[in-house]
């Protein structure tokens, strides 16, 4: 069973720079597709974007001059960078798994919650 | 670019039948894309509930079933009972492969 872990700093300033890191156990990161999603309390879930094993990605496109990821295949990580954030970044991130034929989430992370705060 | 809308909530009591749209635009779910279901209990990570319009993962109760027409799709949750309170978000994309949720809609057990 292919497990996600979120990590991270839990308090971001604001213009600083978002950075999370996902590990997968249980399961190989290669051949596969990984994204992060949010979710501000009490609020809906955002698709950020993904990252594929060779490095390849694909972002939602209003947070596309922001966004970085990377993966590191043989670390089974994979990560998010979200530059210049603000109060309206704050949410739990969750990392996840991607189902490249159905197009569907089929293993997400517990998330984390990072707030963006002075 | 495709958005999809929910029923901010819906209720009823144990045991009945209810139902949760999700309506796209043609340019999303409207077109050949299927939509996909995730529940979200209080406090946890959500989870597919079914996937591909109407199919269920295993170990999804039958409780649970899917159906699309056109533009729109919906969730239908039979015998509701207690444990079935949560969000539920409905999933799709579009022709770049950008992913859609829904607002989501909360579901109150009376």
């Known amino acids: 069973q292919v497990q996600l872990q979120e990590s991270g700093p839990g308090l971001v300033k604001p213009s600083e720079t978002l950075s999370l890191t996902c590990t997968v156990s249980?399961?190989?990161?290669?051949?596969?597709?990984w994204s992060w999603i949010r979710q501000p309390a009490g609020k809906g879930l955002e698709w950020i974007g993904r990252i594929y094993s060779s490095g390849a990605t694909n972002y939602k496109p209003s947070l596309r001059s922001r966004v970085t990821m990377s993966v590191d295949t043989s670390k089974n990580q994979f990560s998010l960078k979200l530059t210049s954030v603000t109060a309206a970044d704050t949410a739990v991130y969750y990392c996840a798994r991607e189902d490249g034929e159905q197009w569907l989430v089929d293993f997400w992370g517990q998330g984390t919650l990072v707030t963006v705060s002075s | 670019q495709s958005v999809l809308t929910q029923p901010p909530s819906v209720s009823g009591a144990p045991g009945q039948r209810v139902t949760i749209s999700c309506t796209g635009t043609?340019?999303?779910?409207?077109?050949?894309?299927?939509v996909h279901w995730y529940q979200q209990l209080p406090g946890t990570a959500p989870k597919l509930l079914i996937y591909g319009n109407n199919r269920r993962p295993s170990g999804v109760p039958d409780r649970f079933s899917g159906s699309k027409s056109g533009t729109s799709a919906s969730l239908a949750i039979a015998g509701l009972q207690a444990e079935d309170e949560g969000d539920y978000y409905c999933q799709s994309f579009d022709s770049r492969l950008i992913f859609v949720f829904g607002a989501g809609t909360k579901v109150t057990v009376l």
């Open positions: 043609s340019s999303g779910i409207g077109a050949t894309y299927d």
């Open positions: 249980g399961g190989s990161i290669s051949r596969y597709y």
